[in-house]
Nanobody
């Protein structure tokens, strides 16, 4: 059973907004650092954003900084990614990931996360 499930993807135009959600089940949500990654066709999976256990600390890739906002609601076992000013290059499958450990060195690396969702497609047309 996959403990993470993404939703909220879709087809939008450049400049539009989307909000992705990641619902967790079967794990103590507040004990996990949560992240978003994305993977475009023919490319490696890349880090997008991370939120700490309590939500007090966030980190972003340079490509999304200022446009995307990551957040979490531990009472609802859910993480969010608000994506504004979307660009065609944001087109990818977006995955949420979770791990109980934090590594300042490895947090941008997919292998640092034990749990993954199955992904949700985001397509941005020009």
């Amino acid at each position: 059973q996959v403990p993470l499930e993404e939703s909220g993807g879709g087809l939008v135009q450049a400049g539009d907004s989307l909000r992705l959600s990641c619902a967790a089940s079967g794990l103590t949500f507040s004990s996990y650092v949560m992240g978003w990654f994305r993977q475009a066709p023919g490319k490696e999976r890349e880090f997008v954003a991370l939120v700490s256990w309590s939500g007090g600390n966030t980190y972003y890739s340079d490509s999304v900084k200022g446009r995307f906002t990551i957040s979490r609601d531990n009472a609802k076992n859910t993480m969010y990614l608000q994506m504004n000013s979307l660009k065609p290059e944001d087109t990818a499958v977006y995955y949420c990931a979770a791990d109980s450990q934090w590594s300042a060195v490895r947090f941008k690396t997919p292998s640092a996360y034990n749990y993954w969702g199955q992904g949700t497609q985001v397509t941005v047309s020009s």
